[in-house]
């Protein structure tokens, strides 16, 4: 979870499973898997993945939106270290000027299960400026005003 | 907060530019004159107008006139399209993630 009132253009989700980091791993990373638990109902359902799983490989996901509309989500891995990194980029269909991010996830082994810690960053960073972070300021004035009232 | 769809693409649209938050930068806290605003880049000021032009149309930026000058002020609230919009992608990994521990600890 990311602390309250931080304006912040990051992501940072945790939740342990009771599995091997392997097992983990292997759900998130495995096509035939994802397709499987990557869905939400009521939001989105996933009908396709395909993916390369290696550095520089593709990844596309393939599904249907809530109101009917098909979307896609693609992107390209830059770490792949199994069963503890995987490290991707994340490119929607249906964002406007269409931003790509990155999102690490970590597998930790730790006592009775696996801690899996997504980072999703670079949510509004534009493509062609990489590393020029100007959201956590942007959403800084975003706060202000809040504050003022 | 409804925000329409073309809204919030302009608001999107407004920040991606990294002039365009440079200017917003300069005008958070205080109003400042497009001259004023055009002095601090070295871009030229007819630039500098279109870049404000399209913060305005974004609603981000609302102009005041004060005799010959234009007086420039911040206008945050429709950036509360983007806190909602990053706030939705947090739902959307705590649900996914929900549903990748319940796949694998059910399929073992």
């Known amino acids: ?14 939740i342990t499973v009771r599995a091997p980091a392997a097992r983990v791993f292997e759900a998130f990373t495995n096509p035939d898997e994802r ?27 393939r ?17 792949v270290e199994p069963p503890s990194v995987v ?36 949510l509004t960073t534009e493509r062609s400026r990489t590393g020029h972070r100007g959201w956590p300021q942007i959403l800084g004035y975003l706060q202000d005003y809040a504050e003022r009232g | 907060m409804v925000t329409s769809q073309a809204a919030r693409n302009a608001v999107f649209r407004a920040i991606a530019d990294p002039t365009r938050r440079e200017i917003l930068k300069h005008l958070r806290g205080r109003r400042r004159t497009v001259g004023e605003l055009a002095s601090k880049f070295t871009q030229s000021r007819p630039a500098i107008s279109k870049h404000l032009r399209l913060l305005r149309s ?6 005041h006139e004060r005799g010959a000058a234009r007086l420039c002020e911040l206008y945050a609230a429709p950036l509360r399209a983007v806190d909602a919009w990053l706030r939705d992608y947090e739902a959307f990994w ?15």
Not at chain 1, 35 to 60: E, N, Y
């Open chain 2, 94 to 108: 705590t649900e996914s993630l929900r549903h990748l521990k319940r796949h694998v600890e059910e399929h073992r």
């Open chain 2, 58 to 63: 974004a609603g981000l930026v609302v102009t």
């Open chain 1, 87 to 122: 490290e991707f980029t994340w490119l929607p269909d249906w964002q406007p000027d269409a931003t790509e991010s990155l999102i690490r996830v970590e597998f930790t082994e730790i006592d009775g299960g696996t801690r899996v810690r997504l980072t999703h960053s670079g």
């Open chain 1, 35 to 61: 397709v499987q638990w990557w869905s939400a109902p009521g939001r989105f359902r996933t009908t396709s993945v395909a993916s390369d799983l290696r550095p520089g490989g593709r990844w596309v996901m």
């Open chain 1, 1 to 14: 979870m990311t602390s309250a009132g931080t304006p912040s253009d990051t992501i940072v989700q945790e």
């Open chain 1, 63 to 79: 599904g249907t939106r809530a109101d009917g509309e098909p979307f896609m989500i693609q992107g390209e891995y830059r770490v």
